[in-house]
């Protein structure tokens, strides 16, 4: 689905003498051979960075939002680290003397987007790994906050949500009818959308206690697997500046998307991994995960550089999922 989008920022273009300045804090006296962008994100710079004499590259991760959102990527990393496949952070600071702002030098992953890999699998290749996705994403919710919101640089809730019904219905009318959605949605659409949140979105608070780590682009953009003698497998997990204290239903809408979720057997054998690896969900997970998931539909359509390709997905899902 992601392939029709298109970033709302430019790529940060840097050559190689500047890529050693930002390289050299964690590998002193380091040659760059090369800079290249890495496919995949559409918010940040993400550059591979090949140093003379080392065979395996580097990341060099340019944040292009806010600086808080990246301390709490670095913090989340750090907490993650031996618990979820996440890379080692090497160097990072708020500030760097060649874009300006936040930087970090990442241990790179060798791997490929599950979104690129798991349709063309074999069924049972491609169920083996949709365990191990589970199993990945049930450590990820076993992180409990006291409270659902928004996490600061020290992983405190610093600002409380309502991850349940009446959060849905309020975050709906926010974008939708305060925001710049609805007029992109259409009115029909919009009222269905909040009569579907009105009459279903109380589902949700089933599965809101205790709050839990949420990656909230958990996609197959952000999941990287390889394969070995055991076949294919998670290799890492990127992206954590949008994480939160949320529910569980909110990272199986977003990985559940198309083509993912229309995989025949994928979602059950998610499911599966999950269970095994200790994960609670209710019978009813994928609705509540589809009604969740509405939530990010609508904050994409609020945006105000939201892409062609977004809204036009955004309206496709949001349909599909209001009137089934």
Avoid at 149 to 160: E, K
Avoid at 217 to 225: A, I, M, T, W, Y
Avoid at 241 to 267: Q, T, Y
């Amino acid at each position: 689905m992601r392939d029709a989008w298109t970033r709302a920022t430019p790529i940060l273009e840097i050559d190689a003498e500047a890529a050693e300045i930002l390289v050299a804090p964690a590998i002193a006296g380091a040659r760059v051979v090369e800079v290249a962008p890495v496919s995949g994100g559409l918010a940040n710079t993400n550059l591979r960075v090949r140093l003379a004499g080392r065979e395996t590259p580097l990341l060099l991760r340019l944040y292009q939002r806010s600086p808080a959102e990246a301390r709490k990527e670095w913090a989340l990393h750090s907490l993650l680290a031996g618990r979820v496949p996440v890379p080692a952070i090497l160097h990072a600071a708020e500030s760097n003397p060649v874009t300006g702002g936040p930087y970090a030098i990442v241990e790179w992953i060798e791997g490929a987007h599950l979104g690129r890999v798991a349709p063309g699998l074999p069924a049972d290749a491609r169920h083996d790994l949709a365990r191990d996705i589970g199993r990945v994403l049930a450590s990820i919710h076993a992180i409990a906050f006291p409270t659902s919101g928004f996490l600061d640089a020290d992983l405190n809730v610093f600002q409380p949500i309502d991850a349940g019904g009446e959060g849905l219905e309020g975050f709906l009318r926010l974008c939708l009818v305060d925001g710049l959605g609805g007029d992109r949605l259409g009115g029909e659409l919009t009222d269905a959308a909040l009569a579907f949140a009105r009459r279903e979105g109380h589902r949700l608070d089933a599965w809101t206690r205790p709050a839990r780590l949420t990656h909230s682009d958990f996609n197959g953009s952000n999941v990287l697997v390889s394969e070995s003698g055991s076949g294919w497998r998670v290799a890492a997990v990127l992206d954590w500046e949008f994480a939160f204290a949320g529910a569980p239903f909110f990272d199986f809408g977003n990985l559940l998307r198309p083509p993912l979720g229309d995989l025949e057997g994928f979602a059950e054998a998610v499911a599966t991994g999950y269970a095994q690896a200790g994960g609670a969900m209710p019978e009813d997970w994928r609705t509540l995960a589809r009604i969740g998931d509405l939530t990010a539909w609508a904050d994409f359509l609020n945006r105000a550089d939201a892409t062609p390709g977004v809204i036009a997905d955004a309206r496709r899902m949001i349909e599909r999922t209001v009137r089934p």
